[in-house]
Every structure is written in structure tokens, then in C-alpha cells.
């Protein structure tokens, strides 16, 4: 039997052994063998820089908006964007910040984690602390150069990356809510790059839960190859409490729904407000295919986004894919309009 996928198995294993690092706040030197010292690599590590590419969710924002009110393309976007985009990029580093820290007792028990800079010992915890605080000050005063709406934006963003991490809330250790909470980022960075073309008005609801949802199709399929690659039942729960309760069916089952949730929102934002998009769905279907299939590699990149990008037929899609949005964000296919316009009533009403 594969202990991976019987929660039966993990319950009671956990039961027979105790588990290391079980206070979140528990010192490293307690739990965690230290290889080396404090340094400034150390610190530099744990703010993730290598991450930073994930704020590339920020650029749908702007392009969206801009689609719909071109007026906004002027000189003073590009310092706007330059500026939202770093504010952006240092909120993101406070949270991974508490993040590294936080998890650290937990990280000794997975096969790479523990390599880490804080559980070997290369961080300062006090320094950590002060550097979590810093890069959110900073970042959020990045933001108000921007707007009011942006800087708020980010500060919800790093509220957000405390509900995940930090006890008593901790969504990170809770089914489901793992993933939603932490998935929501995604329409938080579309916000962000809303706010920065400079468009008063809310996005579209349906596009807002759209990029959600797929963040949440992502984490799922994230925790689905981090399970896996847990043969010890007592491993994967010391490092991630969810994983008591989460086996590989129920994870297939929640990337199910919200991959279809995060299409069905996308089709109503297309059929409301841009019809055009409707030709983008086989790429998007190619994307989310070909990223899913990487959850059955071994020491799947999907469990490591920052290493996305040496996947060439992922890359390739994802260029493709967003290359196709963004000329039919702006080309008009009028052919497109009376091919879906609404038929069948009509003929109803010439029947009768």
C-alpha cells in the first residue's frame, strides 16, 4: 500500500510518533541541526527574489485595463508600473520572510527543505523579524507613490501572507483553506496592476474570481506533487499539518473544481465583455494541461514555481497563450459575434 495515499495510514503513524518542531514559534536551535552562521546571503534567500517572477500576474491587470480604456497608455505609466511592480515584488518578500521563519520547524522533515537557510542555521531570527517588517514598510510606501487604492491593495496582500502563516489563524495548516487562502494573491496582483493603469472603476467580478480559481488550480496541483513525493506518512504530516488530511484522491478532486470553476468565471467574463477571448480556450485548456502533468515528475517542478521557466513546453504555451490574449484583447472579430449571438429565442419567436 502506498502510505502517501491512505489517510488512515498517516493518522495513525502520527499518533505512534511523536512529531518534531509541533510549536510553530519553536527555535531553530531546538529542533534544527545548525550547519553554518548568520550571514547576509542568508537573509537575502529567505526574501525569495528568485519568486519575484510570480508578480508577472500583476501584468494582466494592466493590460486589461488598458484594453478598456486605452486613454491610460501614457509616459507616466511606465514609472507607475516600475514602482507598483517593485512595491509589489518587496510585499511578496515580507511574507516569504514569516513564511521561512515560521515553517522552519516544519521544513526539517522534507527531503530538500531542509536546506534552507533558517533551518541551517544561515538566518538571524531577531534580524528576520525586523527585515519581515521592513520590506512591508517599505513596499507599502513604494504603493502610495502609485495610488491609495494600490497601497491598500498591498497592504491586504501582506495581511493575507499573515492569515496564511501566523498562528492562531494559520490558514496554511487548514484543508482547503491552504489553498484558497494563499490562491487569492492572484486577483490581489490583478488588482494591483489594475490600480497602476490608473482605472477608478472595479474589475470585473467573474475576471476577479477567474484568476483565483486558477491560482487555486495551481496550489492544489502544487500540494498534489508535494504529496507525493512523501513516501514517510509521519514526514508529510511534520511538514505540512494538511497533509493529514488531504490524499492524493481529494487533492485530484479539488484541482478538478477549481480548474472548472476558474473556466466557467473566464467564459462569463469573455461572453459579457470580450467575445474575442473565447478563440484563447484551447491554449488555456494546453496550459493547464501540460502544468498539471508536471505534478507526476519526479521532483516535480510544479512543487517549485521559480523553476517553472525550465520547462520549455510550459514556456512555450504560456508565451503563446498570452501573446494570442493580448492581440485579441484588442482585435475586433465582428464574424465572432454573430457566429455565438443568441439564436434560438429568436426562432422561437418566429415560429410562433
Keep these: 500500500?502506498?502510505?502517501?495515499?491512505?489517510?488512515?495510514?498517516?493518522?495513525?503513524?502520527?499518533?505512534?510518533?511523536?512529531?518534531?518542531?509541533?510549536?510553530?514559534?519553536?527555535?531553530?536551535?531546538?529542533?534544527?541541526?545548525?550547519?553554518?552562521?548568520?550571514?547576509?546571503?542568508?537573509?537575502?534567500?529567505?526574501?525569495?527574489?528568485?519568486?519575484?517572477?510570480?508578480?508577472?500576474?500583476?501584468?494582466?491587470?494592466?493590460?486589461?485595463?488598458?484594453?478598456?480604456?486605452?486613454?491610460?497608455?501614457?509616459?507616466?505609466?511606465?514609472?507607475?508600473?516600475?514602482?507598483?511592480?517593485l512595491s509589489t515584488c518587496l510585499?511578496?518578500?515580507?511574507?516569504?520572510?514569516?513564511?521561512?521563519?515560521?515553517?522552519?520547524?516544519?521544513?526539517?522533515?522534507?527531503?530538500?527543505?531542509?536546506?534552507?537557510?533558517?533551518?541551517?542555521?544561515?538566518?538571524?531570527?531577531?534580524?528576520?523579524?525586523?527585515?519581515?517588517?521592513?520590506?512591508?514598510?517599505?513596499g507599502v510606501g513604494l504603493g502610495l507613490l502609485v495610488s491609495i487604492p494600490f497601497a491598500a491593495t498591498m497592504i491586504f496582500l501582506w495581511i493575507m501572507g499573515c492569515i496564511y502563516n501566523i498562528p492562531p489563524l494559520r490558514s496554511k495548516d487548514l484543508p482547503y483553506l491552504d489553498?484558497?487562502?494563499e490562491a487569492v494573491n492572484n486577483p490581489l496582483r490583478m488588482l494591483a496592476g489594475w490600480f497602476i493603469a490608473g482605472i477608478p472603476a472595479i474589475p470585473p467580478v467573474s475576471l476577479l474570481l477567474s484568476y483565483w480559481m486558477v491560482g487555486c488550480y495551481f496550489m492544489a496541483i502544487k500540494r498534489f506533487?508535494?504529496?507525493?513525493?512523501?513516501?514517510?506518512?509521519?514526514?508529510?504530516?511534520?511538514?505540512?499539518?494538511?497533509f493529514g488530511f488531504y490524499t492524493e484522491e481529494r487533492l485530484l478532486v479539488s484541482i478538478m473544481f477549481y480548474g472548472s470553476i476558474a473556466m466557467l468565471c473566464f467564459g462569463a467574463f469573455i461572453m459579457r465583455y470580450r467575445l474575442e477571448l473565447i478563440l484563447t480556450f484551447p491554449l488555456v485548456a494546453l496550459v493547464m494541461a501540460v502544468y498539471f502533468s508536471l505534478a507526476f515528475k519526479e521532483n516535480s517542478a510544479a512543487q517549485a514555481p521559480e523553476r517553472l521557466t525550465r520547462e520549455p513546453i510550459l514556456m512555450a504555451s504560456v508565451i503563446a497563450c498570452s501573446l494570442l490574449m493580448g492581440i485579441l484583447l484588442v482585435l475586433d472579430i465582428p464574424i465572432l459575434h454573430r457566429i455565438f449571438a443568441p439564436t434560438v429565442f429568436t426562432n422561437v419567436q418566429v415560429w410562433r
Excluded at 520572510?97 to 538566518?123: C, L, M, Q, W, Y
Excluded at 507525493?228 to 494538511?242: G, L, T
Aim: glycine residues 4%.
Design 179 to 181: 489553498v484558497l487562502s
Design 91 to 138: 510585499i511578496a518578500s515580507s511574507n516569504y520572510v514569516i513564511n521561512e521563519v515560521i515553517d522552519a520547524p516544519a521544513d526539517i522533515h522534507h527531503p530538500t527543505k531542509f536546506t534552507r537557510p533558517v533551518p541551517s542555521g544561515r538566518v538571524s531570527i531577531r534580524w528576520a523579524y525586523a527585515q519581515w517588517i521592513a520590506l512591508m514598510i517599505i
Design 1 to 85: 500500500m502506498n502510505p502517501a495515499r491512505s489517510h488512515t495510514a498517516k493518522t495513525s503513524a502520527m499518533e505512534a510518533a511523536p512529531i518534531r518542531g509541533d510549536s510553530i514559534f519553536a527555535t531553530t536551535a531546538l529542533n534544527i541541526p545548525k550547519v553554518s552562521s548568520p550571514s547576509v546571503r542568508g537573509h537575502l534567500e529567505i526574501a525569495r527574489i528568485d519568486h519575484w517572477i510570480k508578480n508577472v500576474f500583476v501584468l494582466p491587470g494592466v493590460v486589461v485595463a488598458l484594453s478598456l480604456d486605452p486613454t491610460q497608455l501614457t509616459p507616466a505609466l511606465v514609472l507607475r508600473f516600475i514602482v507598483g511592480l
Design 225 to 242: 506533487a508535494e504529496l507525493r513525493c512523501m513516501v514517510n506518512p509521519v514526514q508529510a504530516i511534520a511538514y505540512r499539518k494538511s
